[in-house]
């Protein structure tokens, strides 16, 4: 058969594929951007906002972006691996500036877009490692992972982690389900500020996952998107150093996009440490091949800047500080709102507890979909708020809304 304009319609391909459902913090934010109303609040996606609702471009970006502009003078190939000084800069920030580890010849670093370019490429490299491999991921966990890490064919199973009951970590329930790990699973934890539940592990609880690591002959695989917005550059990577001084093999995903606010850059990490130099070496050549095969290489740019910014002394200082306000900004935030909730007659106390930009309000998805219909306050489906949506304007009115659903 043809159509009118004369191509033949009987073998097409497409047509068998169903319409999927929107990501679901994506789909969120479209209908954000929908809704006409004037006074609707965006708890949803998870990108910081300063006071004005804003999610600007740090001041030390702006700065290392001007300098690269009057000082780059290519824009030839980076290769698979991205350049040296990001991924050096990059462990240094991760496992702290003398970490014996960076020059041990058992790190391998690749630049990746964003932090979902390096988990995905964790995953084609965990299923070269093992066809069959398995990897433990937390209950509840982002709603990426699992599509990033079971799109690459790895299975997938979950650990508890939260309860709703004490809104903290439930680490008894998390070690019993991992004793249930078979040698060889991989373990997906969360560096920092928990994503969705901003509650995280102590570091005595850090040192109880390492040892039952290496007991049981499980891979940690630490996802760290949030350095620096919990408790501060170091405390947030407390845990990460703790496993990387312990176990023989580790694989890290670092994103850049919240702590420099590089969002649309796509500007990530992933390092792999290997139990020897020449296990390392096998393994980068592995890496960097499956990268050449995904996508070749990675951007430029937003690495570029990270590199500037981490390199040099004043520009370091000017980001930190900035980063270091965005956290009280946030902190502060969390106490606000507990104090605003209080004065409703409700406690929330828990929320001042948690770590990052994530926190569940506790209500169900009905509830969830009354405060978005009836008073366009947007959140996800399994009620995990933006911290950083909030403002000194806004917190009366989502207090409010929330006492009436909660009525
Ligand atoms: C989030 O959790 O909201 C962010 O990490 C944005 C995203 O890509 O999901």
């Not at 150093?241 to 606010?261: D, H, M, T, W, Y």
Request: glycine share 10%.
């Amino acid at each position: 058969m043809f159509t009118r304009r004369g191509v033949h319609t009987d073998n097409i391909m497409f047509e068998h594929l169903k319409a999927l459902p929107q990501d679901p913090i994506l789909g969120l934010l479209q209908l954000f951007r929908n809704d006409p109303r004037a006074s609707k609040i965006d708890l949803g996606v998870g990108v910081y906002k300063d006071a004005q609702g804003h999610t600007p471009v740090m001041n030390a970006v702006k700065l290392a972006e001007q300098r690269l502009l009057e000082q780059e003078k290519t824009k030839s190939y980076i290769g698979p691996a991205g350049t040296e000084g990001f991924g050096r800069a990059m462990a240094g920030l991760l496992l702290g500036d003398d970490c014996p580890l960076i020059d041990s010849g058992r790190l391998t670093i690749a630049q990746t877009p964003g932090g979902c370019g390096a988990l995905r490429m964790a995953a084609e490299f965990l299923k070269l490692c093992n066809t069959d491999a398995t990897v433990w991921v937390s209950n509840p966990t982002w709603g990426n992972h699992i599509p990033l890490l079971g799109g690459a064919g790895l299975n997938i199973k979950q650990y508890s982690y939260y309860s709703k009951a004490t809104h903290g970590v439930d680490f008894d329930a998390m070690m019993t389900d991992l004793q249930g790990a078979q040698a060889g699973d991989i373990v997906l934890l969360h560096g920092c500020c928990h994503n969705p539940s901003g509650a995280d592990l102590n570091i005595e609880q850090w040192q109880a996952i390492s040892n039952l690591l290496v007991d049981k002959g499980l891979l940690p695989f630490v996802d760290i998107a949030y350095q620096g917005l919990g408790r501060g550059l170091d405390n947030d990577a407390a845990g990460l150093r703790l496993l990387a001084e312990q176990v023989p093999e580790l694989i890290i995903a670092a994103s850049c996009s919240k702590n420099f606010g590089l969002y649309r850059e796509r500007t990530g990490a992933l390092m792999l440490l290997s139990a020897t130099e020449e296990q390392a070496r096998a393994g980068a050549s592995q890496l960097f091949s499956a990268i050449r095969g995904h996508y070749s290489m990675p951007p430029s740019h937003g690495a570029a800047i990270v590199e500037t910014i981490l390199t040099d002394t004043t520009l370091r200082a000017n980001w930190q500080a900035e980063l270091d306000q965005m956290t009280q900004r946030i902190l502060s935030l969390r106490d606000q709102f507990v104090a605003e909730m209080d004065n409703q007659g409700m406690d929330f106390s828990f929320i001042a507890e948690q770590q990052g930009m994530f926190s569940f309000m506790g209500i169900s998805p009905e509830q969830v979909l009354t405060l978005r219909e009836q008073h366009g306050i947007y959140m996800l489906d399994s009620s995990r708020v933006n911290i950083a949506g909030l403002s000194i304007e806004n917190i009366p009115a989502v207090a409010q809304a929330l006492k009436t659903v909660l009525r």
